[in-house]
């Protein structure tokens, strides 16, 4: 073929698909136009600015594509993509049998930041309904994907920029209608001409009423679609007991086994080593859980009996090091025993994913488990530091156990979640966590220190990444989840924040999407946990977080389990592998005669290898 003739070829292609595009938008409505605000950055500081945006949906196979004149920053298009995806996900429809357009006209450059979100998800909605918007209502406000408004920067600038375009109503995201921002000011001195930022607190409803602009929050984008079109989406709500007595049945018998296997791993260790930090920091978790377990606070029990067996494993396994006559042996065969822990709770998953996934929750869990176990069993073996490395390989080592655990939750029906549908909601959280993270990042560097901060939150987003590689989309999925949720829990406890309303609130809303799930016959394990983990907390950032991601974990288990289908076997859990199979153990005794001592395989092999040590010296 020619070059002329392929030239002709790709030419008649991009007009069918042209032709193709346009049959199908025209077909329809003309779409829905909303007013976008955000702020710019000019010589004199921050303004607002008053942007458009059309929004068309037409029956299609899932895309969304982004038009803006000119280009912009990320953070618009991966908003505009939670914009389809959370108003698919509010109405109850299958986002793949439409096509989203959104097109975008902006006159200057812009502030980043994800503010747009909200606004463009009420589109989405009013365009998939046909519903009129009502004029001279503006809105700033992320969306995040548990169908709450999000926080953002610069709204009194926005604001400004609405009652400009003589605006009467300005809907801003819950919590922030008093809000801190930076001011310029300075003045001369001598020939120079000093200029600083300053805080300044503004009472934005105040502002508002100045202006002749109405003021109102919006916690959620039901409340938003209310203001601008009148219409109320209806949420089904059920009141119940959160940890009903099925969840405690299956959390039980896990807290009980861990109850047992941490006493007599602390127990038989103690009898070696004694005035030991680990050891005294492990039996204080211990009496922590101990509490719990007998509130019935399982999942809270397990994780820290999951705390205390770390400690003891340090513990058992400096011991150990410090006795061998061949260290650098010593620290090769723990490598090697905790690569084996490993890939047994590896194989364990690949088993229980060998017919579908049935309980994403459960297979999220065990492959975000196993993901963080080898990041962390990677790091040990690039460290030369023995004092840092064996705490690695003891977190790894237990972290891979809890892999094993979670399968032992799951609750297979017979229905799977197909990897397309897993693969593609696993990107669109990712994304929306990347562009959230970079926001928070942005507004703390200009606000200073918090309590959620931005600790681990690369670590974080890079182990999802692992996971996208690796094929573990349900890990990726609730991984990205748990990102966006600090992320946004940071930002919305930025300023002056009432924590007490704020705690009550998130609890509420965490419960309010647990008995959603329930009501559409889905038991969301996995968000119970958290709800009952948040429950135990005191900080309020922590409490807060922790809530919130319950909320988006069970919000997110109905939406993928609307897209499960029925299968025609039996759902069987798989046995688990036993706790390290038939492996060298390296002991003390064994290391410092250069022999090898074989084990059995069961659950407690690590505490009664300790026991069998003792006996061993005792002997001798």
């Known amino acids: 073929m020619s070059?002329?003739?392929?030239?002709?070829?790709?030419?008649?292609w991009v007009i069918l698909i042209?032709?193709?595009?346009?049959?199908?938008?025209?077909a329809l409505e003309d779409g829905v136009t909303i007013p976008l605000v955000a702020d710019r950055s000019t010589d004199g500081g921050e303004e607002g600015i008053l942007l458009g945006a059309q929004v068309i949906v037409t029956n299609g196979t899932g895309h969304v594509f982004v038009d803006t004149n000119p280009y912009t920053q990320v953070d618009l298009q991966g908003s505009a993509r939670l914009a389809a995806m959370v108003a698919s996900d509010v109405l109850g429809i299958d986002e793949r049998a439409y096509d989203f357009y959104y097109i975008i006209d902006i006159s200057s450059p812009i502030v980043g930041g994800p503010s747009a979100g909200g606004a463009l998800?009420?589109?989405?909605?009013?365009?998939?309904?046909?519903?009129?918007?009502?004029?001279d209502i503006v809105m700033t406000g992320m969306i995040n994907p548990d169908e709450t408004i999000g926080p953002v920067g610069g709204i009194p600038y926005k604001l400004e920029a609405a009652a400009a375009k003589n605006a009467t109503l300005f809907l801003i995201p819950e919590g922030q209608s008093t809000v801190t921002i930076k001011k310029a000011s300075g003045g001369a001195k001598g020939t120079f001409i000093i200029s600083e930022l300053k805080d300044e607190t503004v009472d934005v409803v105040e502002l508002g009423k100045k202006l002749n602009v109405t003021v109102k929050e919006v916690g959620t984008i039901q409340e938003a679609v209310l203001a601008f079109t009148g219409h109320d989406i209806n949420i089904s709500t059920y009141n119940g007991t959160i940890l009903t007595p099925g969840y405690l049945e299956l959390l039980e018998p896990l807290a009980t086994r861990l109850k047992k296997e941490s006493s007599d791993m602390y127990e038989s260790t103690a009898a070696l080593v004694q005035d030991d930090q680990f050891l005294k920091q492990a039996k204080d978790i211990q009496s922590r859980a101990n509490n719990m377990y007998n509130d019935k606070k399982y999942y809270a029990a397990t994780s820290l009996y999951f705390n205390s067996m770390i400690d003891i494993r340090i513990v058992?396994?400096?011991?150990?090091?410090?006795?061998?006559?061949?260290?650098?042996?010593?620290?090769?065969?723990?490598?090697?025993?905790?690569?084996?822990?490993?890939?047994?709770?590896?194989?364990?998953?690949?088993?229980f994913k060998m017919y579908g996934i049935t309980d994403v929750g459960a297979v999220g869990a065990a492959e975000s488990r196993i993901t963080a176990a080898r990041a962390r069993l990677e790091d040990a073996k690039n460290l030369n530091?023995?004092?840092?490395?064996?705490?690695?390989?003891?977190?790894a080592n237990e972290r891979a156990r809890t892999a094993q655990w979670w399968l032992t939750l799951a609750k297979p029906d017979g229905r799977i979640v197909p990897e397309i549908i897993l693969k593609d909601r696993a990107g669109w959280y990712l994304s929306q966590a990347q562009s959230i993270t970079t926001y928070m990042q942005a507004l703390l560097a200009e606000s200073g220190p918090h309590p959620g901060g931005t600790l681990g939150a690369e670590d974080d987003i890079n182990l999802t990444?692992?996971?996208?590689?690796?094929?573990?989309?349900?890990?990726?999925?609730?991984?990205s989840l748990q990102v966006s949720v600090r992320s946004s829990t940071t930002i919305g406890m930025l300023g002056q924040v009432d924590t007490a309303k704020k705690i009550e609130q998130s609890a509420n809303a965490a419960e309010a999407a647990i008995n959603e799930a329930r009501m559409g016959g889905i038991e969301p394990t996995l968000a119970v946990s958290a709800y009952e983990y948040a429950e135990t907390l005191t900080e309020p950032f922590d409490k807060i977080n922790q809530y919130a991601y319950a909320k988006m974990v069970a919000k997110t288990s109905v939406v993928l389990s609307s897209h499960a289908v029925s299968t025609n076997r039996t759902p069987v859990k798989p046995a688990l592998?036993?706790?390290?199979?038939?492996?060298?153990?390296?002991?003390?005794?064994?290391t410092a005669t250069g022999q090898k001592v074989r084990v059995p395989a069961f659950e407690a092999i690590a505490a009664l290898a300790v026991i069998l040590l003792a006996g061993r010296l005792r002997k001798r």
């Open 316 to 351: 058992q396994w400096n011991y150990g090091y410090g006795k061998a006559a061949n260290k650098e042996q010593y620290l090769a065969e723990l490598t090697d025993k905790v690569e084996k822990q490993i890939q047994g709770s590896e194989r364990d998953l690949d088993n």
């Open 577 to 590: 592998t036993p706790f390290i199979s038939e492996t060298t153990l390296p002991t003390p005794a064994a």
């Open 121 to 135: 998800t009420v589109a989405t909605i009013a365009a998939i309904n046909n519903w009129t918007l009502k004029p």
């Open 465 to 479: 990444q692992r996971e996208m590689q690796r094929g573990y989309y349900s890990g990726a999925i609730f991984d």
């Open 18 to 26: 042209l032709l193709l595009t346009l049959n199908s938008i025209y």
């Open 3 to 12: 070059i002329c003739e392929e030239m002709t070829r790709k030419f008649l």
């Open 385 to 395: 530091d023995t004092a840092e490395m064996i705490p690695l390989l003891a977190f």
